[in-house]
């Protein structure tokens, strides 16, 4: 089983930073493809960002060149280092974990963190 813990949600401006970090338990969560997903309110569930063990990242249209996904193996911990927030990026973040890319589905999900981004 693993279980995954969001932290550095928060409130920000437009055009400022923010940095979600997600710790994993379990043994063989460090070699887990990890995402992070986001939620805004009467919106369906996207994906922002995922990462593979070896460091392959792909981005949603809407946050490449702003937003950044990195991990740590060691510590089991992926972050999200979101930066020129928009207010459109509000929205409840998820991380979440799973065994393959190959798998279609994620696994493991955190409670979630809330950002919200002010005009």
């Known amino acids: 089983q693993v279980q995954l813990v969001e932290s550095g949600g928060g409130l920000v401006q437009a055009g400022g930073s923010l940095r979600l970090s997600c710790a994993a338990s379990?043994?063989?969560?460090?070699?887990?493809?990890r995402g992070w997903f986001r939620q805004a309110p009467g919106k369906e569930r996207e994906l922002v960002a995922a990462?593979?063990?070896?460091?392959?990242?792909n981005y949603a249209d809407s946050v490449k060149g702003r937003f950044t996904i990195s991990r740590d193996n060691a510590k089991n911990t992926v972050y999200l280092q979101m930066n020129s927030l928009k207010p459109e990026d509000t929205a409840v973040y998820y991380c979440?974990?799973?065994?393959?890319?190959?798998?279609?589905?994620?696994?493991?999900w955190g409670q979630g963190t809330q950002v919200t981004v002010s005009s």
């Open positions: 379990g043994r063989t969560s460090s070699n887990y493809v």
């Open positions: 979440a974990a799973k065994r393959s890319i190959y798998d279609t589905t994620y696994d493991y």
């Open positions: 990462i593979t063990r070896g460091g392959t990242t």
